[in-house]
Nanobody, 127 residues
Framework: QVQLVESGGGLVQAGGSLRLSCAAS????????MGWFRQTQGKELEFVAA????????YYADSVKGRFTISRDNAKNTVYLQMNSLIPEDTAVYYC????????????????????WGQGTQVTVSS
């Protein structure tokens, strides 16, 4: 059974940094994409970043490009989201997700592409 556990959220001032971690277990993720999404109250889930676990190619939402970096550590089965130059608009619950590649393509920015989700971690950026 796939399990995703996020950690690293917290309260930070604008301009600061946080690193989120997503520890993945339950299977080999070499045929998976891993994504980070975020959600604020009353709004839809928003794509943040994704990574192809096998080859390491990365994808970002325009709103975080140049500020956030997604990476993975194969030995630790962990995906990271390094968040720099944080702004109050980054305040949200951040979710880690895993989606298996299938024929027909994979849409990294769409939440239905992902099969498994973590419980979320709160990130609050104060002005």
């Amino acid at each position: 059974q796939v399990q995703l556990v996020e950690s690293g959220g917290g309260l930070v001032q604008a301009g600061g940094s946080l690193r989120l971690s997503c520890a993945a277990s339950g299977r080999t993720f070499s045929s998976y994409a891993m994504g980070w999404f975020r959600q604020t109250q009353g709004k839809e889930l928003e794509f943040v970043a994704a990574i192809n676990w096998s080859i390491g190619s990365t994808y970002y939402a325009d709103s975080v490009k140049g500020r956030f970096t997604i990476s993975r550590d194969n030995a630790k089965n962990t995906v990271y989201l390094q968040m720099n130059s944080l702004i109050p608009e980054d305040t949200a619950v951040y979710y880690c997700a895993a989606g298996q590649y299938r024929s027909g393509g994979f849409y990294y920015s769409l939440s239905p592409s992902y099969d498994h989700w973590g419980q979320g971690t709160q990130v609050t950026v104060s002005s």
